[in-house]
């Protein structure tokens, strides 16, 4: 039995992956995250709307989620506060966009230089730019905004902000046209054969013929089971394993727990593991075409990229009519009856970021802060368990046949060691 050890970068952060080999097959993989900020800790004794300025700085790829989970777990303190319907739909446009950025990034800057296409990684730059520009127009600047608040937003959109964003949408919308399918992205979405994709051109079908052509199409299976914990007009909350589908999931029957070889805690849901991210969203939403992947390839590398880059196009149409919906008479804020500074209790905060559900818990007493919990989706996918109970990634990378298909496998979770140590 031989072991080895291998530096995972490029996955803001860095990681090691340490691999028991037995014949010529990884064994088994101990994940080890090498530091930590402790960000939980810097929050105690704070001032609660302090949260609102430190929590978007845990990461700075998906800080507008870390923003929104916030302002959700202050809130959820409050026996009852009012929320308008306006600010509720652009905190979920803005979070839309931040996925939608995500996915372009990973997309071009992870998966692609993996298989070989490095010279593509330029493309993520024009997407990313502009659903940048998007938030900015809501939140004032992007990374690192902080405009949502307990109460609703701080801004205050004209109809010309609108037309603006509806113009980068429709911009961003070509671009996932020209480039990714090479195909109308509402063609596209009614697909319903997998098959059908390898048939086309464009960077996604490119890449998806290249994992079936280095035979990698079933590698990267784990447990077949998804979560999600997030709920919008647009993903559904759940769970499902070996396809069945459960609903009403009660977030205090999540078990967090520290390891000893790790700055990383791992997740548990009733004493289960599960896969969380757009795989996950899709499955539990009933997405016809990425039900046909998982179907054929089960939850594989090829059926992560698939899902992952499937949500692009979802997303910005849905987003489109969610701008329509916005009365721009309503208020972006509704000042709570009660000061958070005399609020005591526990709030719970969830939302889907681009690597799947994040979960925040705060305690209050007297508005500030007793004690702060943060669980990321890279702790729910890399968990680090034992032989015996092996989290999500590490089940996933188990017979896989050298270093390199584990690493492919590895990152096709999009591995942040920020977020998953914070």
């Known amino acids: 039995m031989n072991k080895m050890v291998r530096l995972i970068e490029k996955i ?7 691999f028991t080999l037995d014949d010529e097959k990884i064994d088994f993989v101990e994940i080890e995250f090498l530091s930590t900020r402790n960000i939980e ?9 302090d949260a609102l300025i430190i929590n978007p700085r845990v990461c700075g790829i998906c800080g507008h989620a870390h923003l929104i989970a916030t302002v959700q777990a202050l809130e959820n303190c409050y026996d009852k506060i009012t929320i308008s319907n306006k600010a509720r739909i652009l905190r979920e446009i803005t979070l839309n966009f931040e996925l939608i950025q995500n996915h372009f990034k990973w997309f071009y800057l992870t998966i692609l230089p993996l298989f070989g296409y490095p010279q593509y990684v330029l493309k993520a730059s024009k997407p990313s730019a ?11 600047q992007y990374p690192h905004n902080s405009y949502a608040i307990v109460g609703g937003v701080v801004c205050d959109p ?27 992205s509402g063609d596209f979405l009614e697909c319903v054969s997998v098959d059908k994709i390898f048939l086309r051109t464009g960077d996604l079908p490119m890449i998806l013929n290249e994992i079936k052509n280095q035979n990698l199409q ?37 078990e967090e727990f520290s390891n000893k070889n790790s700055y990383a805690k791992n997740v548990k849901y009733k004493n289960k593991y599960y896969e969380v991210g757009p795989l996950s969203r899709a499955i539990i939403n009933k997405t016809p075409l990425i039900k046909d992947a998982h179907r054929k390839y089960g939850d594989s590398i090829f059926s992560r990229v698939l899902a992952r880059v499937c949500e692009i196009p979802q997303l910005l149409h849905h987003s489109k009519k969610l701008l329509s919906l916005i009365d721009l008479s309503e208020p972006s804020f509704i000042k709570p009856k009660i000061e958070l500074s005399k609020i005591s209790g526990t709030g719970y905060g969830a939302v889907e970021a681009a690597r799947g559900s994040l979960i925040h818990k705060v305690k209050l007493q007297n508005g500030i802060i007793e004690n702060y919990e943060i669980i990321t989706p890279t702790q729910w996918n890399l968990s680090n368990g034992t032989k015996e109970e092996m989290g999500v990634s590490q089940n996933a990378m188990i017979g896989a046949k050298d270093k390199k298909t584990a690493e492919i496998i590895f990152k096709s979770f999009d591995v942040c060691s920020v977020c998953t140590t914070h």
Do not use: C, P
């Not at 964003?165 to 429709?170: C, G, N, S, T």
């Not at 077949?224 to 205090?252: C, H, V």
């Open 218 to 254: 079933f590698a990267g299976k784990s447990y077949d089971r998804f979560i999600a914990f997030g709920e919008t007009s647009y993903f559904k909350n759940g769970k499902s394993s070996k396809t069945t589908l459960s609903k009403n999931l009660n977030i205090q029957l999540i």
């Open 12 to 18: 803001e952060g860095e990681a090691k992956l340490h």
């Open 130 to 140: 502009l659903m940048g520009k998007a938030i900015a127009v809501f939140g004032g």
């Open 41 to 49: 800790n810097i929050l105690k004794n704070k001032n609660a709307l």
């Open 158 to 184: 004209t109809n010309s902000d609108l037309f603006k964003v509806e113009a980068i949408l429709d911009e961003t919308i070509k671009f996932f046209e020209e480039f990714v399918v090479n195909a109308n």
